[in-house]
């Protein structure tokens, strides 16, 4: 009686222990899948992290510290991958599982800059909204900040110029919101080239129009072939020759009416051109970098001038 009793304590001391060294071996396993996944996301191989996330959320459901985590990263890795879609998917499906998440503006702040590059610029905005009404520190003058480049993107000067001031000073976004709002007033003293002129001097002078637009090539063009046209004509009508001279005249006037047309449209193209110009040049004296600090959970920046 006394040796099974003493059997039965040896079974339960032995089942103890490798229920404990399974669990140990469970957590070891569980680390170092989750450290596999991470390394390859920082080798930049994100759609091999991406199915090693999956991997871990499949395996460790329960791991709460991780698998939230987890669900950021192969969102994070469509991002870096530029596929802005699946982005946008993935961090939905972590903002409706984890809605408690400490990490939920983090995601939001990701959901929208994965909408902006994927252009949905109005869903960007009520993303970034939602960061900003909540006024947590670092991520609503991040929000901001993006929304004013969304409201740029959408050639909204003045709305972006409004947007970028609203960044508070505290905020270590500051200085380049008030630099990017200052270049933006600059907006009226771009060199222009008014349509009307440019039409007017078409209509007059064939050529004349593109000329004023700063596009010589083409206004060579316009002359020659209208001044051939017109020249073609005059010497069908002056020899009687009504029929080919009303041809040729008709067809003129085709090519007489597109100079004009094309004239205005070089004009808006070069306008166009400048605000494109001076607003890449904006942005690349004032570039803002956002990245995440895996250290310290945050968001970071750096910025060039």
Not at 31 to 44: H, I
Not at 149 to 159: E, P, R, V, Y
Not at 169 to 175: D, T, V
Request: proline residues 3%.
């Amino acid at each position: 009686m006394h040796n099974r009793a003493a059997g039965l304590v040896i079974i339960a001391v032995f089942l103890f222990h490798l229920s404990g060294t399974q669990t140990w071996a469970g957590e070891a396993d569980a680390e170092r899948l989750f450290g596999f996944a991470e390394s390859l996301f920082e080798e930049g191989d994100y759609f091999r992290a991406i199915g090693e996330y999956k991997r871990f959320i499949f395996l460790y459901p329960t791991d709460d510290a991780f698998v939230g985590k987890s669900a950021l990263r192969i969102a994070e890795a469509y991002y870096k991958a530029k596929r802005w879609s699946e982005a946008i998917a993935a961090c939905n499906q972590v903002l409706a599982k984890f809605p408690q998440s400490p990490l939920y503006f983090e995601v939001l702040y990701l959901k929208g800059r994965a909408e902006k590059q994927d252009k949905r610029y109005d869903d960007a905005l009520r993303t970034l909204e939602i960061i900003i009404a909540a006024k947590i520190p670092n991520y609503s003058d991040n929000a901001l900040y993006q929304k004013a480049l969304i409201i740029l993107d959408t050639a909204n000067w003045q709305g972006a110029r409004d947007a970028f001031l609203q960044v508070p000073k505290e905020s270590p976004l500051f200085s380049s919101a008030s630099s990017f709002a200052a270049g933006l007033a600059e907006r009226d003293h771009l060199p222009k080239k008014s349509p009307g002129t440019a039409g007017i001097l078409a209509a007059v002078i064939p050529g004349t129009g593109h000329l004023y637009t700063e596009r010589p090539q083409d206004a060579l063009v316009a002359f020659l072939l209208n001044s051939a046209f017109i020249w073609g004509a005059v010497e069908l009508f002056q020899h009687d020759n009504y029929v080919a001279g009303g041809i040729l005249t008709f067809f003129e006037l085709g090519w007489y009416s597109g100079n004009i047309y094309s004239a205005v449209s070089s004009a808006h193209k070069y306008n166009r051109d400048k605000e494109e110009e001076f607003l890449r040049n904006l942005k690349g004296n004032f570039s803002i970098s956002f990245y995440h600090d895996r250290a310290n959970s945050g968001i970071l920046l750096s910025k060039r001038f």
